[in-house]
Each structure stands twice: as structure tokens, then as C-alpha cells.
């Protein structure tokens, strides 16, 4: 079954921790992203990962940082979270382009 | 960059009237291709339906749409609305980088609501 999981699914933290999220794949995908939605702003790119240790900024990738180690896990980090980084945040993977990208159910960060 | 316009905002409508959701695109590549993608109300964002092929209608669940190049538009269509369209609808545009991977820009969003 073609999936992509999302953990945690809700966090509170306080302004100035650290965050973690986590976001695993089971398709073997090479491309994963971590989008952030917000009301009226739409879904916007903070990073692209092509497979293990490989990398790339996305269009919002200030404040954040990206893990990649295996191929099927994706991890966002936010070191000293601010205030302005509460939001959704999506993980999707993806095959070529022209293909279907696979959504988490997303990650809910109130920073406080 | 690339860019992606949808129709901004919020669209209401009575259920029975047809939908349509505009998009429009810029990229330097010739060879984009387009998606809508369908989010309802506490679930994430799933893919609609998709086209890389000019002047082609492309149809799913209902709703369809026609990748025109000539005008850089991929509207979104539906003959008869119904409640359970109402959910939140993304275009969005992928080209190929230079390094030849993939990337995928969002327009910002079309909330439609449909009311009885």
C-alpha cells in the first residue's frame, strides 16, 4: 500500500526549542518534499531531497534544515522554532516528474 | 521561477451549477505538466487529475481540464456541482530543473463551497 506518514501529527513548543519531524515513505521514492501550508499562502516549498544525502532549498527553506539518511525517512528540523513557524506542514514523496506526489497527513506545529 | 494564479479566494456556488476553478502559468520549460490537486476539510492533498499534453482534455471523477499552452492555462471543470466537492483545489505546475529532477510550484489555493 502506497503511503506516507507523518510523525508527530500535533506539537505544541515553546519559542527557542528545537523541533522534529518525521516522515517515512514505502514506495521506494528517490524525491521527497516537506511543504508548509498556510490560509491564503497555499502549499510552499521549504526543501527537496533526491535520495539519501542529497538535498536542495526550496523557495521558504530560512529557519529550517533537512535530514535525509535513508531514502524512505525525511526529516525537517527547526532549531530555536520562532513564533512564525507555526503552520501545517506536509511531507510528500514522489517518482519523475509527471508523476503523482504522495502526501502525509501532515503535521500540526504550534509554537508558543 | 515559475509561477502558478488560481482563481483566488473563495468560489461559491448552488449545488446543480457547473464549476469552473482558472489557472494560469509561467515557466521558461515547453514541456510543463499541470495538476489539480484536491484537499477536503481535515485530510491532506491528493492528487485530481494531471496533463502534459496541449489541447488534450483530461478528465477524473467527474471534473476535467485542457492543458492549452497557446494561453498557459489549465481551468477546472466540473458540469454539475455537488456538497461534496467542496473542499480546497491547487493548481500546480512541474518542469525539470537543470539537474533534471523535479519540482513542483503551487498556486495558492481555491476554496469551493457548495451549498444546497
Known amino acids: 500500500d502506497m503511503k506516507v506518514t507523518q510523525m508527530p501529527r500535533y506539537l505544541i513548543k515553546r519559542m527557542g526549542e528545537n523541533v522534529l519531524l518525521e516522515c517515512g515513505q514505502d514506495?521506494?521514492?528517490?524525491?521527497m518534499y516537506w511543504y508548509r501550508q498556510d490560509p491564503g499562502l497555499g502549499l510552499q516549498l521549504i526543501y527537496i531531497?533526491?535520495?539519501?544525502?542529497?538535498?536542495s532549498e526550496g523557495d521558504i527553506p530560512k529557519g529550517y534544515r533537512v535530514s535525509r539518511k535513508k531514502r524512505e525517512h525525511f526529516s525537517l528540523i527547526l532549531d530555536s522554532a520562532k513564533t512564525n513557524q507555526t503552520s501545517v506542514y506536509f511531507c510528500?514523496?514522489?517518482?519523475?516528474?509527471?508523476?503523482?506526489?504522495?502526501f502525509g497527513e501532515g503535521s500540526r506545529l504550534i509554537v508558543v | 521561477g515559475d509561477s502558478v494564479t488560481q482563481t483566488e479566494g473563495l468560489v461559491t456556488l448552488t449545488e446543480g451549477l457547473p464549476v469552473m476553478l482558472n489557472c494560469t502559468y509561467q515557466t521558461i520549460y515547453s514541456n510543463p505538466f499541470l495538476f489539480w490537486y484536491v484537499q477536503h476539510l481535515n485530510e491532506s492533498p491528493r492528487l485530481l487529475l494531471k496533463s502534459f499534453t496541449d489541447n488534450k482534455r483530461t478528465e477524473h471523477q467527474g471534473f476535467h481540464a485542457t492543458l492549452h499552452k497557446s494561453s498557459s492555462s489549465f481551468h477546472l471543470q466540473k458540469s454539475s456541482a455537488q456538497l461534496s466537492d467542496s473542499a480546497l483545489y491547487y493548481c500546480a505546475l512541474s518542469d525539470r530543473w537543470d539537474s533534471g529532477y523535479n519540482k513542483l510550484t503551487f498556486g495558492k489555493g481555491t476554496v469551493l463551497l457548495v451549498s444546497p
Open positions: 510528500a514523496s514522489g517518482a519523475d516528474s509527471g508523476n503523482t506526489l504522495y
Open positions: 514506495m521506494s521514492h528517490e524525491t
Open positions: 531531497s533526491y535520495d539519501v544525502d542529497s538535498n
